[in-house]
């Protein structure tokens, strides 16, 4: 990859953080008012609307993919509905810090998973190492809260890592079963269109929204922030990263999500930051740097 594009995909990549970092501030703030399932719901059709208007003005239609919607139903679910479900639930019992810490350990699943689901990649030295980092950096953020937080703390984090989980087994079963061909905008819409259509009968039948208090003006201003920023623009940028230079290189923005969802959550949240956490994130992202298919060409 020569400079100028190196550049470009460097800068995306940043900008793709700055959309994805806040978007566990902008949570923390909903999910004060609007209940999980609704937020998910508002968040994912605010997306929705976005990139299907793009994928019109662009003349693209998920309808000429149509042989795909079994993938898109899966991916609908499994990296819409389940994780954002899981995080907003799970941000309800822990703050937007370490739920955004937590986030880091989607890479490692997803070398994991990977190995034994996906196109069997091996496991190098590095990913075996930067694996048992992750899983003992895990361990310094989650064992505090087993012994010193109430078990609300306990389950909320738990949540948390099972998102993370979601995201992996959706990111594996893409790379395995979608055409590479497909525009990324158009995946994108068509499983969001899939996962808005779930959550409506849940939302409404469990959350029962139109039972509830009109949310707060920053509730929903986290929630269109949520659906515009952390969502729409956010997968915007990723997808564009992943065209101008492979999802490996895309990956590298998860790097920056718990830096800049620590320092949201300590700037406007006032949350504590404990040494646990710092120390936890550290060995985490050292585990996400090794097992990146960028360094495991080196010590495989």
């Not at 989980?165 to 497909?182: F, P």
Request: glycine fraction near 8%; include cysteine; hydrophobic fraction near 55%.
């Amino acid at each position: 990859m020569d400079y100028p594009l190196k550049a470009k995909s460097l800068f995306l990549i940043f900008l793709c953080a700055l959309c994805w970092g806040p978007s566990y501030l902008f949570i923390k703030v909903a999910i004060q008012d609007i209940p999980p399932l609704t937020l998910v719901l508002t968040r994912v059709v605010i997306a929705w609307v976005i990139l299907y208007t793009i994928c019109l003005i662009q003349k693209r239609t998920s309808f000429d993919w149509k042989n795909q919607w079994r993938h898109f139903a899966v991916l609908g679910i499994s990296l819409n509905v389940l994780p954002f479900f899981l995080i907003s639930f799970g941000e309800l019992y822990i703050s937007s810090s370490l739920a955004g810490f937590l986030n880091s350990f989607t890479l490692i699943f997803t070398a994991i998973l990977s190995h034994f689901f996906g196109s069997h990649d091996p496991f190098t030295k590095n990913k075996l190492f930067g694996v048992i980092l992750g899983i003992f950096g895990l361990g310094v953020i989650y064992l505090p809260l087993v012994f010193q937080e109430g078990v609300k703390n306990n389950v909320g984090a738990l949540l948390i890592i099972l998102a993370c989980l979601s995201y992996a087994t959706g990111t594996v079963y893409a790379r395995s079963h979608l055409q590479k061909k497909i525009p990324g905008i158009v995946v994108l819409t068509a499983q969001l269109g899939i996962a808005a259509l779930v959550l409506i009968p849940l939302s409404l039948f469990i959350d029962r929204p139109f039972t509830l208090a009109f949310p707060s003006y920053p509730a929903l201003g986290g929630a269109i922030g949520l659906g515009v920023i952390g969502t729409a623009i956010g997968f915007l940028f990723y997808y564009k990263v992943i065209q101008l230079a492979g999802a490996t290189y895309a990956s590298f923005s998860v790097l920056l999500v718990p830096m800049l969802a620590m320092f949201l959550g300590a700037v406007f949240l006032g949350e504590v930051l404990t040494w646990n956490l710092y120390a936890g994130t550290l060995l985490i992202l050292m585990g996400v740097l090794a097992v990146n298919p960028v360094f495991n060409k080196v010590g495989s």
